[in-house]
């Protein structure tokens, strides 16, 4: 399901920053864990970062780790993801998704914004 809304997508070069931004509806935020996942043409979806509801404990995988920072704001329903020493190998459609903290499923989802890394 569409119900969460990505920004700050676009091209940078590569060595350079983004940071992208999610609003989460009321409803898909509360006791929710939140991700940002990125998935490629031809390629599979993967998780690229994930902060826990209960902790803030957060998750990175080897390929992005010590480049991106997820962060959320229990306040506004916000979350995001900021992009560090970017390289062309991230260029991929970036989405925002929530889960209930008692669950492993990945309830709902944004529409997506396309990152674009040039060499």
């Known amino acids: 399901q569409v119900q969460l809304i990505e920004s700050g997508g676009g091209l940078v070069q590569a060595g350079g920053s983004l940071e992208l931004s999610c609003v989460a509806p009321r409803g898909t935020f509360s006791t929710s864990d939140m991700g940002w996942f990125r998935q490629a043409p031809g390629k599979e979806r993967e998780i690229v970062a994930r902060?826990?509801?209960?902790?803030?404990?957060?998750y990175y995988p080897e390929s992005v780790k010590g480049r991106f920072t997820i962060s959320r704001d229990n306040i506004k329903n916000t979350v995001h993801l900021q992009m560090n020493n970017l390289v062309p190998e991230d260029t991929a459609i970036y989405y925002c998704?929530?889960?209930?903290?008692?669950?492993?499923?990945?309830?709902?989802w944004g529409q997506g914004t396309q990152v674009t890394v040039s060499s």
């Open positions: 998704a929530s889960r209930h903290f008692s669950t492993l499923t990945w309830n709902f």
């Open positions: 902060i826990t509801w209960s902790t803030d404990s957060t």
